[in-house]
């Protein structure tokens, strides 16, 4: 089986500006989350779509959205970039909904650089 | 909340020598327990996980048991090599599909 897949792999954008990521993740899982990795603020949690669905959410500003398409598919947008934003952006791929015990599958990541 | 607290790093060993990196967590009901590793410029990756009381998981070289009667998963090795260094996160998921993760420990193994 395919791991899990994110581009770009590195992205350098300047303040103000946009930015979206995608995630493909492990065929048959309908479960993907975002996290935010900084030196700083350590693993947080920005959100997880299911079936399309929002299903969790963390308290990351409005600025920050997500969303996952019938193939499972998931992007992240930040919109208006600022400084802080500058962080490793992971998606992880969950078998929810399986009837087994949920468990994470992390991608390579997305590393971002605002300038 | 839930909530996992790791030993805090850096945890610098020698080649040979034994890891125990300690994790205990609080959460309600009976989460799944989960170690995973990242080396630098890479994502977590899942290094072993336990999802009831007293299940071992276990993966090259390393064990851990999930103790519900003291809330904790500790990790383990017998003899690091240079290759594990990296850094070691716990974590848990809840029935109702919620994770939680520690800040994360960073091991050097020196040869």
């Known amino acids: 089986k395919a791991g899990v897949t994110q581009t770009p792999r590195y992205l350098i954008k300047t303040r103000g500006q946009q930015v979206t990521l995608s995630c493909s993740p492990i065929s048959g899982h309908r479960s993907v989350s975002w996290y935010q990795q900084t030196p700083g603020q350590g693993l947080q949690f920005l959100f997880e779509?299911?079936?399309?669905?929002?299903?969790n959410k963390g308290n990351f500003p409005g600025r920050f959205s997500g969303r996952q398409f019938s193939n499972s598919r998931s992007e992240m947008n930040v919109s208006t970039l600022e400084l802080g934003d500058s962080a490793l952006y992971l998606c992880?791929?969950?078998?929810?909904?399986?009837?087994?015990?949920?468990?994470?599958?992390f991608g390579p990541g997305t590393r971002l650089l605002v300038l | 909340g839930d909530s996992v607290t790791q030993m805090e790093g850096p945890v610098t060993l020698s080649e040979e020598a034994f890891l125990t990196i300690n994790c205990t967590y609080t959460?309600?009901?009976?989460?799944?327990l989960f170690w995973y590793v990242q080396y630098p410029g890479e994502g977590l990756q899942l290094l072993l996980k336990a999802t009831k009381a007293d299940d071992k998981g276990s993966n090259k070289g390393f064990e851990a048991t999930y103790r519900k009667e003291t809330t904790s998963f500790h990790l383990e090795k017998g003899s690091v090599q240079v290759s594990d260094s990296a850094v070691y996160f716990c974590a848990l998921r809840t029935n109702a599909g919620k994770s939680t993760f520690g800040d994360g420990t960073t091991l050097t193994v020196k040869p």
């Open positions: 779509y299911f079936s399309e669905t929002q299903r």
């Open positions: 959460a309600t009901g009976y989460p799944s």
């Open positions: 992880a791929s969950t078998n929810a909904g399986s009837g087994r015990p949920e468990t994470q599958y």
